[in-house]
């Protein structure tokens, strides 16, 4: 017969786990309205630098669900709430993984602004595509072309990669494209 004073360490351990856990679980609902609340912060911080006159943000009301590769569908609005234009996060896979890139369009269709957000691209290379020298390129085009690093057709813009990150590039303006084309449906449903 065993003795009941071998198992005391695993019930001892036992209760060490499920007291950590049951604090940990605690601990993060506790703080789950104040997290959600400095994301909302972060976020709003992105969509001001591309929007800075906006008072508000509102979700678009969709139909249907985003596009894989768009993360988030957002109005700008005025004080009286009226439309500034749109704001659409999209993201592709770089070379140092997602690529997420924030894409501003006015109420006229024109791209206002384009921020590649926090990523994690080779520093000196890869990097250089947050730059404005890079991002300038996609601004006050209107959103009913595309854009290409290897133009095919005359309906494309051309785009300069960064030397040695064309894939980086590619990700950035694969996302900027994947905008403007939902960009493109929303207008021809009336939005």
């Known amino acids: 017969m065993p003795n009941p004073k071998s198992f005391m360490p695993a019930v001892i351990l036992c209760v060490i786990c499920l007291v950590t856990t049951g604090l940990l679980s605690m601990t993060y609902e506790l703080t789950r309205e104040e997290r959600d609340r400095q994301k909302e912060i972060a976020a709003n911080a992105n969509r001001l630098a591309l929007f800075p006159e906006a008072a508000s943000f509102a979700a678009v009301d969709l139909a249907d669900p985003l596009p894989a590769d768009l993360l988030e569908a957002t109005l700008a609005k005025t004080a009286d709430g009226s439309l500034m234009g749109y704001l659409f996060v999209g993201t592709r896979r770089g070379y ?96």
């Open 96 to 191: 140092g993984g997602q690529v997420p890139v924030m894409i501003a369009i006015d109420e006229a269709g024109t791209i206002v602004g384009v921020r590649v957000m926090s990523n994690e691209e080779t520093p000196g290379l890869g990097k250089k595509v947050e730059q404005s020298a890079f991002l300038s390129q996609f601004v006050s085009y209107k959103a009913d072309v595309l854009f290409a690093l290897k133009v095919e057709n005359n309906q494309q813009i051309p785009i300069d990669a960064i030397s040695g990150a064309t894939i980086s590039s590619r990700a950035v303006t694969e996302s900027v494209n994947t905008a403007v084309r939902f960009f493109q449906e929303l207008n021809k449903g009336g939005q």
